[in-house]
């Protein structure tokens, strides 16, 4: 390697980096190097070599000079958003350039119209290599003329020749609908930290090294991008093949999106013609009265100067484990969702890259807390400018964790709760989930943002625990005075300002309508479930952790009839060992107080990846490994897992649920197991088996299957993707994807069919069995368990409670012989009234 002069690629005038209107330029986040403000056209190659990337909008282009030195030319701030508009583009991915050779043309009329700025950085983006050692700055260049001189840094070259003379790459398309964000960026970042040496992920004409989940999001990996992961050695290689492997096995849509399509927007946010109704996008469904309360969150003031690096450096060690240890704590008690948010949170203290900037800015005399929120800072900029809504929806999360180390930092006891008035409306540009968990629930009506999202993680706590919530209902909301009274309609997706007498009356009245009657039901919920006619339904609860145990016993569960067991464990990097199996199973039939536990073997696989099982990649997930299936292909994972639950005590309380059952040999070989498992235990109790009921296959030969198993369980959210062939996590198909659909009720009818015929449980734990006008056609059907979402306990035990088998049975006969769907929940609509006894 040697010195290289570097020639303008632009036309135009030269200027230091830091004078670039973006932080992640100025403040050379990607690399040193200078400006240029284009007054051509054209952009040129500044050497000789070879184009490694061009960003998808084809705003930036990256070229490896002969030399090893890497050059980023980004044409223009926030070109990204023009998504490729006003940019042709000449060469392609891998072209071999001569200094001055055409890369580009842009239109420079309308970048000068619609970019942030024209400014172009030319940046040198592996420093660790190269030293600029002279730049022309502050002059007028033409396109060819000497710009940087660029040198190796002392001992690189050696280093270096081994590096390169090793460095294995490989370009790797990414599949997964949403690209690289939070999610895949920490598993990905997680397994790179692990590792001895560094990986490096190239994309977008960026670099990034991806130990560190926010270098990896701020480079803006969409679905379809092609990547490059390099590294050195044969023990790179492996290491490349195993990031392949975690980005072919992301999450497709999965229970991420499922939840998202909960909270599916129904309304585009709009500006608002009528000041007195805001209209938003419906997070989380309700109606609420109350009064405004906007919510504003003191700045936490920092000092910048440090008491020294030995102090400071300490200072951020301890503020950092104290926050760490507190989000472990929260974990471990979270349900599901908040566990995921707090594992993302947990992810980013730990962040490679934001703690080595802090580290940077403290070895330069900065205090720890100035230090930290510049770093944190400075990368929610970078992910804001990436102009992605999902990634820009993780920003929040980075700035509730700027805050809670600077909490720590200062020595503050952590908010606990924030005072809000009663009946409050919360109003806020956005909110950050340690906002929303600090608000006193009791006093708490609803919220309604000026920005976020739907799928925000305040828009899906919010949801889990039922508090109204509009979002992106734009500024209008932050000029509503504090006191104002509101009505918040989640329904319709509108927040009336200052309404009338009569409005408030009205929805005062829907309101109490609706609290007496959750109220009655739910001190009603602790009995056991009949039919008005006497027949004993139990109504069970679905759980994924221990707090949802606990919350279904206080609903009324009397029992849980679908253990999700692949979520206990969702965020774990190894698999659990028989031990931890045991503990968790065991505290969750602890918190059942000895009421029925069905624990349902790992469904992994399909829209349930897991860390510490990487499937191979598969080119239609959904019908390949998944369930038992996956458990069969690791047979020693299901022995661990058989071998915990057939010791939770006390004996027979436990079940176990197998999923998607396809065969009777696919029982056989598990009961096989278990026997043989028993012996080695040396337990004598027998555990029920039962099939879960979810593919088409084994609804039709339930009658084979009820020989082998005790009970069957019907899963209808897979039972009707696979039936009517629509993916279950399917935005666009959401609304047709009804296990209502006559195919999928007439398969449930033949399995409940052979259950009767051979005396055996028909339960359904599917999202049907909690759809209160989907009951009675089950009740008729001949189902004796529901298995439902835990708050939705008290409706339905009260809906049974009024429900006769007689006025069931032949009602669910007419839904068999409906065409459609929307004809059973047309011909339920008309009938719901006419079936219910008055008791
Ligand atoms: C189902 O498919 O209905 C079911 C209960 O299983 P899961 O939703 O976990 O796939
Ligand atoms: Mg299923």
Same mark, same amino acid.
């Given at each position: 390697m040697s010195r290289l002069t570097l020639s303008s690629p632009l036309s135009g005038w030269s200027a230091p980096l830091d004078e670039a209107p973006d932080a992640v330029f100025a403040q050379k986040m990607l690399g040193d190097g200078v400006l240029i403000d284009p007054t051509g056209n054209q952009l040129v190659a500044?050497?000789? =070599? !070879?184009?490694?990337s061009i960003a998808a909008s084809h705003h930036a282009i990256a070229v490896r000079a002969t030399n090893g030195a890497e050059i980023l030319l980004h044409v223009g701030i926030d070109t990204v958003a023009l998504a490729g508009k006003g940019f042709e583009l000449h060469v392609a991915p891998g072209a071999k350039v001569c200094k001055g050779d055409r890369l580009l043309t842009f239109d420079l009329a309308l970048l000068a119209r619609e970019a942030t700025s024209l400014v172009t950085p030319v940046i040198v983006t592996n420093g660790d290599r190269f030293e600029i050692v002279r730049a022309h700055t502050d002059c007028e260049l033409m396109a060819g003329d000497a710009l940087l001189e660029i040198q190796p840094l002392a001992g690189a070259d050696a280093k270096q020749a081994t590096a390169e003379a090793e460095r294995v790459s490989e370009k790797i398309r990414v599949d997964h609908e949403h690209g690289i964000h939070a999610r895949p960026a920490a598993l990905i970042a997680n397994y790179a930290k692990a590792l001895p040496f560094d990986l490096e992920v190239i994309a977008n004409g960026r670099s990034a090294n991806p130990r560190s989940a926010v270098a990896l999001m701020s480079l803006g990996i969409r679905g379809g991008d092609e990547i490059i992961v390099a590294a050195s050695g044969a023990e790179g290689a492996a290491a490349i093949a195993e990031v392949r492997r975690l980005i072919h096995g992301l999450e497709g849509p999965g229970p991420a999106k499922a939840k998202h399509a909960e909270i599916r927007p129904i309304a585009a946010a709009s500006a608002p013609t009528d000041p007195s109704r805001i209209k938003g996008v419906i997070a989380s469904r309700g109606l609420a009265i109350g009064t405004a309360f906007y919510l504003r969150e003191a700045e936490i003031a920092v000092v910048e100067a440090g008491a020294g690096v030995a102090h400071e450096s300490a200072e951020l060690e301890r503020a950092r484990g104290e926050v760490r240890q507190r989000l472990q704590a929260l974990a471990k008690e979270a349900a599901a969702t908040a566990r995921e948010i707090i594992t993302a949170h947990l992810e980013f203290v730990d962040d490679w890259e934001l703690v080595a900037a802090a580290r940077r800015s403290i070895a330069h005399g900065k205090s720890a807390a100035f230090s930290w929120r510049r770093a944190v800072r400075d990368s929610a900029d970078a992910l804001k400018a990436l102009g992605d809504p999902r990634i820009a929806e993780r920003v929040d999360d980075l700035l509730d964790l700027e805050r809670q180390v600077l909490v720590a930092l200062l020595g503050q006891t952590p908010t606990t709760q924030i005072e809000i008035p009663d009946r409050a409306v919360i109003l806020a540009e956005d909110l950050k989930p340690s906002q929303f968990v600090s608000l006193d629930a009791r006093k708490l009506a609803g919220i309604c943002l000026a920005a976020g999202g739907p799928t925000s993680h305040v828009s899906i706590l919010a949801a889990a625990v039922g508090v109204p919530t509009l979002v992106a209902a734009g500024p209008a909301v932050l000029g509503i005075e504090d006191g104002t009274a509101l009505i918040l309609d989640t329904e319709q997706g509108v927040l009336r300002v200052a309404p009338d007498q009569g409005e408030l009356a009205s929805a005062e009245r829907t309101i109490a309508a609706r609290r007496q009657r959750q109220s009655a039901e739910r001190s009603a919920a602790q009995n056991l479930c009949r039919t008005a006619d006497g027949k004993r339904i139990e109504v069970f609860a679905n759980l994924g952790s221990l707090g949802e145990a606990t919350h279904a016993v206080a609903q =009324?569960? !009397? =029992?849980?009839?679908?253990?999700?067991?692949e979520f206990l464990f969702l965020e774990r990097e190894q698999a659990p060992d028989e031990r931890e199996q045991l503990r968790r199973y065991q505290e969750i039939a602890d918190a059942l107080a000895g009421r029925p536990l069905i624990i349902r073997t790992l469904d992994i696989g399909g829209d349930k990846p897991i860390p510490y099982l990487p499937l191979p990649a598969e080119e239609n997930p959904a019908l390949g490994l998944r369930g038992i299936r996956t458990s069969l292909w690791q047979p020693d994972l299901l022995r661990v897992q058989l071998r915990a639950l057939l010791q939770v005590q006390p004996a027979g309380q436990c079940r176990v649920l197998l999923p998607m059952i396809t065969d009777v040999a696919e029982v056989r070989i598990v009961r096989k197991l278990i026997d043989e498992i028993r012996r080695e235990l040396g337990i004598t109790t027998t555990l029920q088996v039962g099939a879960m009921i979810e593919t088409p296959a084994s609804a039709a030969i339930a009658d084979q299957i009820a020989r082998e198993v005790d009970f069957f369980s019907i899963g209808t959210n897979d039972l009707t993707q696979y039936t009517l062939a629509m993916d279950r996590g399917h935005a666009d198909l959401a609304a047709r994807i009804d296990a209502l659909h006559p195919a999928v009720l007439r398969l449930i009818a033949m399995t409940a069919e052979a259950g009767a015929r051979h005396n055996r449980l028909v339960a359904m734990c599917g999202g049907l069995a909690s759809d209160p006008a989907a009951v009675p056609v089950l009740l008729g059907l001949g189902l004796t368990e529901l298995s439902v979402v835990p708050s939705m306990i008290p409706q339905l035990k009260h809906l049974i409670g009024h429900l006769t088998l007689d006025a069931c049975r032949p009602l669910a006969q007419r839904a068999l012989a409906q065409e459609s769907a929307e004809a059973v929940r047309s011909l339920l609509a008309e009938t719901s009234n006419e079936l219910k006894v008055a008791l």
């Open positions: 500044p050497c000789d =070599g !070879e184009v490694v =009324g569960a !009397e =029992g849980c009839g679908l253990l999700r067991t």
